[in-house]
Each structure stands twice: as C-alpha cells, then as structure tokens.
C-alpha cells in the first residue's frame, strides 16, 4: 500500500490541473469571504457580531466546495480520458486498493487545502469586519466545520468520478447534487418535504460548515447523513469499477 500511495501522490502533485484547482479553492473562499465581509462591515453602522462575522468569512464554502469536486473527478477521470488507467491497473491489478490508495491519498491533500483556505479566509474576515468579542472556541470550530465539509464534497467528487468516468458528466452530476438539487428540495411541501429537504446531501452536510441545526438534524448528525451518501456512491463505484472493463 505504501508504493500505491506514493505512486498516487507523485500522480497528484504533477499535474496542473491540481495546482489551478487548490489554488482556486483558496480563492475562492478568501475572495467571497473578504467581498462578503467588507459589505457587512459597510452596510453596518455599529460593530459586527462575533457570529456573523465568521458567517460572512466562510461564505465562499459553496463555491470552494464545488472546486474541490471538481478535483475529485478529475482524480480519476483524467486516467479514463487519457487511458492512462489501464497503466494503473497494470501495475496495481487489486482494483480496490488503487481506488483506497487514490482515495487517501486525496483525503489527506483536501483536508490540509481547506483548513489552509478556511482559516486564511476566517483571518481576513474578521480583520475587515474586527467583531468586539471573539471566542477562540467558535473560531476553530467553523474553521474545522468548513474543512470538513469541504474535504467530503471533494470525495463525493471521487466518487462521482469513478461511478460515471467522465469528466463533463461528473461534474454536471456534482453540481446537480451539490448545489442546484439541494435548494429545489427545500420547496417540496409538507412534513414529508421539509423531512426529505433536511436530508439532502449538501442541505445536510453544510450544518457542520455553519454550526447550525435544522428540524431534524444537528450539525454532526448531519454531517453524517452526507458521508452516508458519499459513502453509498463510493461503494456503487467501486463495485462498478470491479466488473468494467479499463
């Protein structure tokens, strides 16, 4: 295992599209959170509260979230695109342990990305807006929060890649499940709407990156029920990626 993640680390690293794609991720949630945080602190004559203040810091999570995704495709679909998976399963012909490898090894690289962007954007954030009070607690908290959330939606990203082994098609899948479904769901009616929009891959994982409860989960809960859909398309694309052929 330790030559599969060496071999899948030397993939990640050299290639471009890694670098534009963390590089967008960092921007993406410093620049939002910076634009979100100087119209806050314009469009507010008296101090900023501590909580909307790292509210509006890490607003860029949405769009960073779907960079990341991207990358997650991109993991595995640039192999399908080029042929270069045939390569791969060549030198390793246990197709489970590519994918494990590809997996940790990307877990590992998005996790320390989004805690970098998290924090960099929650520091310029509140050196716009300078809330009066600031417990260290919340801070850590929404910066841990947002690097969790957004480290799953780049495995999500993984998986999708595996499942549909198109680059296109699986990052149209990402975006329809991430950020154009979820907000649909909140319209359906009744109980039942409400119950199946708390439910909802991103409606459920973004009360970790917020703190925030809905009607029926709470942030970890709900953190849980999104690794529970990832965790379902990981598994749908490695047994998959078993019985295809490269």
Known sequence: MIDILRSEWTKIRSVRSTVWTLAATV????????LISAANR???DGPIPADEAIAGSLVGVM???????TLGVLVISSEYRTGGIRTSLMAVPKRLSLLTGKMLVFTATALVTS??????ALAVGLAITQPPSLVLGDAARAVGGAAL???????FGLGLGTLVRHTPGAIMAATALMLVLPPLMNQLPGQWGRTVA???????????????????LGPWSGFGVY??????T????????????A
């Open 63 to 69: 769009f960073a979230s779907l960079s990341l995704a």
């Open 115 to 120: 805690a970098v962007a998290s924090a960099a």
């Open 27 to 34: 921007a993406l949630m410093v620049g939002i959170g910076a």
């Open 42 to 44: 314009g469009n507010t």
């Open 198 to 216: 708390d439910y909802f891959t991103t409606n459920a994982g973004m009360l970790i990156a917020n703190g925030q409860s809905s009607a029926s």
């Open 227 to 232: 690794l529970v859909w990832i965790a379902v």
């Open 149 to 155: 959330f957004l480290t799953a939606c780049g495995v």
């Open 234 to 245: 990981v598994v749908a694309s490695a047994a998959l990626l078993l019985r295809r052929d």
